[in-house]
């Protein structure tokens, strides 16, 4: 092999590969948990600082939420009375760096040492011990990965971005974006120092509120329930879960509500058989306008059976709101499921009807495909046809 070869192949075993399996994959990772519980992992970043995380440790306390602080060694030995009012109130201090250095730009002992020397600095001054270590930038080079595994931490990044640091961010920006993705079981990064700190520190108070007037509550990243190392099963979930992006855009599919922890997509459809006749008399030919729902399967599959039926009683008052509201779903005559899930959908008011067999075999196909990927038996019940009509349906739920 030429030097050539060899300079790249050893940039792509240094960085290329950590960045893709670490980075961005997450592998071996914690990265979010369950979607069973209305909690998240509150963290925050670069700090402490001394103008800006004071206000953060408010905002928490007031609330009476729990985080976790990334910190920098060398700005938690500057303020130690920060760290330990941290503590002392119930939060998680962790490691991000001896300062603030992304991975690629360090010589490989340096990178290699970080994780280290900087847990014990920060374990002095916390008197907890640290577990965890979040790189800045949550960049990753093989010195890095080598360098946690001789410290014994373990890597910790996150599922969903506040993005405080953008130029142009502003207070009400970055909420209305954690709001609109928000999902049960997210480590949400955010920042108590540097730019970040100009729209995170205002705008906490109120998106603890809205965090509290739906249910949820923020919770330490090692409290979190479900938070386990990202392996196999997950990264088979997130890869569904980025079928399920591409299947919405393709279908004009939102979350109902324009909420990511609504229980149900729905989209605009044609009814996809005919000669059905509802209940109430509405008769229904293969392309009647419709509404199409589908069910967000990850959380579907942590709440359980029992706990999803009483989701589904209130994530449907959000799509009754979208029927009236959506210009795109005005036109309504019908609203309907193709799925396994029949049983559980006629406990909250659907109809049940058969499908055509060619139908049944390629959606049970479909079905136990997503049981495999979500760790379960593929012993798919028989897809059937829930439905209603948009009367019906908006009596039950509007």
Same mark, same amino acid.
């Given at each position: 092999?030429?030097?050539?070869?060899?300079?790249?192949?050893?940039?792509?075993?240094?960085?290329?590969?950590?960045? !893709?399996?670490?980075?961005?994959?997450?592998?071996?990772?914690?990265?979010?948990?369950?979607?069973?519980?209305?909690?998240?992992?509150?963290?925050?970043?670069?700090?402490?600082?001394?103008?800006?995380?004071?206000?953060?440790?408010?905002?928490?306390?007031?609330?009476?939420?729990?985080?976790?602080?990334?910190?920098?060694?060398?700005?938690?030995?500057?303020?130690?009375?920060?760290?330990?009012?941290?503590?002392?109130?119930?939060?998680?201090?962790?490691?991000?760096? =001896?300062?603030?250095?992304?991975?690629?730009?360090?010589?490989?002992?340096?990178?290699?040492? *970080?994780?280290?020397?900087?847990?014990?600095?920060?374990?002095?001054?916390?008197?907890?011990?640290?577990?965890?270590?979040?790189?800045?930038?949550?960049?990753?080079?093989?010195?890095?990965?080598?360098?946690?595994?001789?410290?014994?931490?373990?890597?910790?990044?996150?599922?969903? &971005?506040?993005? *405080?640091?953008?130029?142009?961010?502003?207070?009400?920006?970055?909420?209305? $974006?954690?709001?609109?993705? !928000?999902?049960?079981?997210?480590?949400?990064?955010?920042?108590?120092?540097?730019?970040?700190? %100009?729209?995170?520190?205002?705008? =906490?108070?109120?998106?603890?509120?809205?965090?509290?007037?739906?249910?949820? $509550?923020?919770?330490?990243?090692?409290?979190?329930?479900?938070?386990?190392?990202?392996?196999?099963?997950?990264?088979?979930?997130?890869?569904? =879960?980025?079928?399920?992006? @591409?299947?919405? %855009?393709?279908?004009?599919?939102?979350?109902?509500?324009?909420?990511?922890?609504?229980?149900?997509?729905?989209?605009?459809?044609?009814?996809?058989?005919?000669?059905?006749?509802?209940?109430?008399?509405?008769? !229904?030919?293969?392309? $009647?306008?419709?509404? &199409?729902?589908? @069910?967000?399967?990850?959380?579907?599959?942590?709440?359980?059976?029992?706990?999803?039926?009483?989701?589904?009683?209130? *994530?449907?008052?959000?799509?009754?709101?979208?029927?009236? &509201?959506?210009?795109?779903?005005?036109?309504?005559?019908? @609203?309907?499921? !193709?799925?396994?899930?029949?049983?559980?959908?006629?406990?909250?008011?659907?109809? $049940?009807?058969?499908?055509?067999?060619?139908?049944?075999?390629?959606?049970?196909?479909?079905?136990? +495909? =997503?049981?495999?990927?979500?760790?379960?038996?593929?012993?798919?019940?028989?897809?059937?046809?829930? +439905?209603?009509?948009? &009367?019906?349906?908006?009596?039950?739920?509007?």
């Amino acid at each position: 092999m030429k030097r050539g070869g060899w300079l790249a192949a050893g940039l792509l075993a240094y960085a290329g590969l950590p960045y !893709l399996l670490a980075q961005w994959a997450n592998l071996g990772l914690l990265r979010e948990g369950k979607r069973a519980r209305r909690e998240v992992a509150l963290t925050f970043d670069d700090g402490p600082d001394p103008q800006a995380t004071p206000a953060v440790l408010d905002a928490l306390q007031a609330a009476g939420m729990h985080a976790t602080f990334f910190v920098l060694a060398e700005r938690a030995e500057a303020h130690p009375e920060l760290v330990r009012r941290m503590v002392d109130e119930g939060h998680e201090v962790q490691a991000h760096a =001896l300062r603030h250095v992304h991975a690629w730009f360090r010589s490989p002992w340096g990178a290699f040492l *970080d994780p280290g020397h900087a847990a014990r600095r920060i374990a002095a001054l916390s008197g907890q011990p640290v577990t965890l270590h979040r790189p800045p930038h949550g960049a990753y080079t093989l010195a890095t990965v080598l360098g946690q595994r001789r410290a014994g931490l373990r890597g910790a990044h996150w599922s969903l &971005e506040g993005s *405080d640091w953008r130029a142009g961010a502003t207070p009400q920006g970055v909420q209305d $974006t954690l709001l609109r993705r !928000l999902v049960p079981g997210a480590v949400i990064v955010l920042h108590d120092a540097g730019p970040g700190a %100009r729209v995170t520190a205002p705008m =906490l108070p109120d998106l603890l509120a809205e965090l509290r007037g739906r249910g949820y $509550t923020s919770v330490t990243l090692s409290a979190l329930d479900g938070l386990a190392p990202v392996g196999r099963p997950a990264l088979i979930r997130r890869g569904f =879960l980025g079928l399920d992006r @591409v299947f919405d %855009r393709l279908g004009h599919i939102r979350p109902a509500g324009g909420r990511a922890d609504n229980l149900f997509r729905i989209g605009p459809a044609a009814f996809p058989v005919g000669g059905v006749t509802l209940a109430d008399g509405t008769r !229904l030919t293969k392309g $009647t306008p419709g509404t &199409e729902f589908h @069910v967000n399967n990850p959380i579907l599959v942590d709440l359980g059976p029992r706990a999803s039926v009483r989701q589904a009683r209130e *994530d449907f008052r959000a799509v009754a709101r979208d029927l009236q &509201e959506r210009p795109d779903l005005r036109g309504t005559e019908t @609203v309907y499921c !193709l799925s396994s899930l029949s049983p559980l959908l006629a406990l909250l008011g659907f109809e $049940t009807h058969d499908l055509p067999e060619a139908d049944t075999a390629r959606l049970r196909r479909w079905a136990n +495909v =997503l049981r495999r990927a979500y760790g379960n038996a593929p012993q798919a019940k028989a897809p059937k046809l829930s +439905v209603l009509s948009r &009367e019906a349906f908006l009596k039950l739920y509007g």
